[in-house]
C-alpha cells in the first residue's frame, strides 16, 4: 500500500433546507472513499491491480447554517460506525441518518403509508404552540420540528458509537468546524500610543466588536491540553449531547424565519478569547490586548452561522496548514472541497447597468441592509487559502445525453430563499441524489492532481500502470502538449460500467402542488394572526388603540396570509415548477 496520503478538509456553506442537496453529496463522498478502500484492500498484494494506492484521510468538516448541520449529522453517522449509502429513493426510513434527516425532516412517517395520514415538516412549522402571548413569538416558523430532527440524530446513538468506528479514510485527529453568530459582541482593545498629558494618564484603548464564533471541536479532546483551546465531542456524556444538540440547532436558527438559541455557560470566555486570536491572527506583537485568562462564561444568543460566515473554507484551510505545514504547490498534499448549494459567482451577475445613486432616505434605509451584510461576510483578516489546493463544488444538472444545462432551475429546495424544500418531501429527494450524482462527477472529472508516478513527492508515486490506464485524463497544455491527471479519490463504480455524467437518479423536476399548499391557508393565516397577537400585546400602552387593533387584527392577517400564498404561488411559478 502507497504511503503518499492526500489530507482532504470538507466545508459546507448555508442552504436551510437545500441541505437536502449537500446531504446527497456527502453520502455519495462517503460511499466512494469505503469502495476504494475496500478495492485496495482486496488487491492488497497485486503488483498489477488497476487501483490506485495511495491514501486520502479526511481531517476537517467545516460548516455554516445547514452545512453545519449536515457536518454534524455526518460525523455522527461515522461516528456510530452503521452508515451506509442510499442509493435508491425511498419512502421510508433507511437508518441512514444523513438521509432520513434531510430528507424526511420531521414528516410523519404514515404520512407516506397506504393510508397516508399524519402531518409534514412545514405544516408542524406553522403550529402556534411555540408562541408566548406573554414573551412574543420565538420565529416566524415554529422550529420544534427542527429541533426533533437535531435531537432525533442524538438520541438514536448506539451505544458502542466511537471513534474506534472511524474508516481508515477519516482521522482519528477529525476536527468539526461550525459557524455561529453570537448577537451579542466579544470584545476586544486596540492600544494606543501610550502619550501623557494634562488631561490624561494615558490613551484609552480602542474597542474592536466580533460577532462571528467558531465552534471547533476535536473529536479526541484532552483534558488537560486542550480545555479552552477546543471543544470537546462526547456523545454520550449528557451535557456534552446537549451542548452538540444545541450549537446543530444554533448554526441553523435563520434570523427571524427559525428560533435563535440562547448559550448560558456552555462557551467560556477563554476559549472564545483564543479562538479568535488564532482566527484573526492577533499575535502578540500586534498592539492588541485579549484576556484569555479569564474563566468565566460568555453568555450570548446565537443565530445562523451563514449569518456572516457562510462559506468556512478558510477555517478548514487553516487547521491543515497548522497540521501539515507549509504547502507543496508543485505537490499539493493538502487541499479543500467547498460544497455550496447557492454559490455566489463572480461573473454571475452584471451590475454595470444598475443606477448606484443613491439619495433618498428610503432608498439608503433599503440599501443598508445588504451593505451590513455583506461586509460582515467579508473575511478582512483570513487568507482565503492563498496558494492551496481548493475547490468548489455547485448544483448541476445536464440534459440526457448532453453536456447543456436544463431549463429548471438545478435545486427544487431553492424555492424561497431555500424555504421551499419544507413543503414536499420529492423536492428533498430530488436534491439529495442530485447531490450524490453531482458527487459522481465532480469525483470523476474535477478533483484531480497531475500524475507523475516516478516523483517521490507526488501523490501517485508509484501507481501500476494498470490503474492509469483505467483512471487517467490527458490534460492539454498552453503549449500543446499533454499531461496525464489522475483522480484524488477514485470512484470505482466507473469501472463497474457506470460512466454516463448526464445519468440522474431521479430524472423528472419535481412540481409544486399549489392545491395542497392553498390548503394550508388556515393554519398560515392562525400563525400569522398568533404573531401579531403577540408582538403588539405590551407594546401598544394606549388603552383606546387595543380594541381597535384587536377588531383590525383579523382582517390584516387575512391580507398578509393572502399576500404570503401569493408570493410562494409566483416564485415557483418562476422557477417554473
Known sequence: MSKQTFHLGLSMAGAVSAGAYTAGFMDYLLEALSEWENAKQQQLNNSDSNIPTHNVIIDAIGGASAGGMVGMIATLALYAGNWKPVK???????????????????????????????????????????????????????????????????????????????????????????????????????????IKSKF???????????????????????????????????PH??????????????????????????FDNEFTTSYLNNSLKVRKSLIKDLDILIDAEQTSNFQFTAIDGGTINNEPFDEVLRHLVKKHGEPNLDNPKFGTVHIDPFPNFFDAKVTDDVNHKVSSIVG?????????????????????????????????????????????????????????????????????????????????????????KDNPNNLFYGVSDA????????????DGSEKIYMPII?????????????????????????????????????????????????????WWLKPIIAAFR????????NWVIEQVELDFKNRKM
Not at 456534552?240 to 428560533?259: D, E, H, N, W, Y
Not at 463504480?493 to 431521479?506: A, C, L, M
Not at 383579523?554 to 396570509?561: E, L, N
Open 467 to 478: 490503474a492509469i490506464a483505467e483512471f487517467k485524463r490527458n490534460v492539454k497544455q498552453k
Open 88 to 194: 435508491k429513493v425511498s419512502n421510508v426510513k433507511t437508518g441512514n441518518i444523513l438521509y432520513d434527516s434531510w430528507v424526511f425532516l420531521d414528516d410523519d412517517e404514515n404520512l407516506y403509508s397506504e393510508k397516508a395520514s399524519g402531518k409534514g415538516t412545514f405544516e408542524k412549522m406553522l403550529d402556534i404552540s411555540d408562541i408566548n402571548p406573554e414573551v412574543g413569538a420565538p420565529s416566524l416558523l415554529n422550529s420544534t420540528p427542527i429541533d426533533a430532527i437535531a435531537e432525533r440524530v442524538f438520541n438514536e446513538l448506539p451505544k458502542e458509537a466511537g471513534l474506534d468506528n472511524f474508516p481508515k479514510y477519516i482521522s482519528k485527529d477529525l476536527r468539526l468546524l461550525i459557524t455561529l453568530t453570537s448577537l451579542r459582541p466579544l470584545d476586544y482593545k486596540v492600544k494606543m500610543s501610550r
Open 554 to 561: 383579523g382582517i390584516i392577517a387575512s391580507k398578509i396570509t
Open 364 to 452: 439608503i434605509l433599503g440599501a443598508i441592509v445588504p451593505t451590513i451584510l455583506s461586509q460582515a461576510r467579508y473575511k478582512q483578516t483570513d487568507t482565503y487559502g492563498v496558494g492551496l489546493f481548493k475547490l468548489m463544488s455547485f448544483p448541476r444538472k445536464l440534459k440526457s445525453g448532453k453536456m447543456e444545462i436544463r431549463e429548471h432551475p438545478p435545486l427544487a429546495t431553492g424555492a424561497l430563499e431555500g424555504f421551499g424544500g419544507f413543503l414536499d418531501i420529492k423536492f428533498r429527494q430530488h436534491d439529495f441524489f442530485l447531490g450524490r450524482d453531482n458527487a459522481r462527477n465532480f469525483l470523476r472529472g474535477i478533483l484531480f492532481l497531475e500524475c507523475d
Open 200 to 234: 490624561l494618564d494615558e490613551t484609552p484603548s480602542h474597542r474592536v466588536s466580533s460577532h462571528d464564533v467558531l465552534a471547533h471541536f476535536k473529536l479526541n479532546f484532552d483534558d488537560t491540553k486542550d480545555k479552552n483551546q477546543y471543544l470537546p465531542f462526547h
Open 237 to 262: 456524556n449528557l451535557d456534552s449531547r446537549q451542548f452538540l444538540i444545541k450549537v446543530t440547532k444554533a448554526t441553523g436558527a435563520f434570523p427571524i424565519g427559525l428560533k435563535s438559541r440562547y
Open 490 to 542: 477514485p470512484d470505482i463504480s466507473k469501472i463497474e460500467g457506470d460512466s454516463n455524467p448526464t445519468k440522474y437518479e431521479v430524472e423528472d423536476f419535481p412540481k409544486f402542488n399549489g392545491k395542497a399548499f392553498r390548503e394550508l391557508k388556515k393554519p398560515i393565516k392562525k400563525r400569522v394572526n398568533a404573531i401579531l397577537k403577540a408582538e403588539l400585546k405590551g407594546r401598544v400602552k394606549s
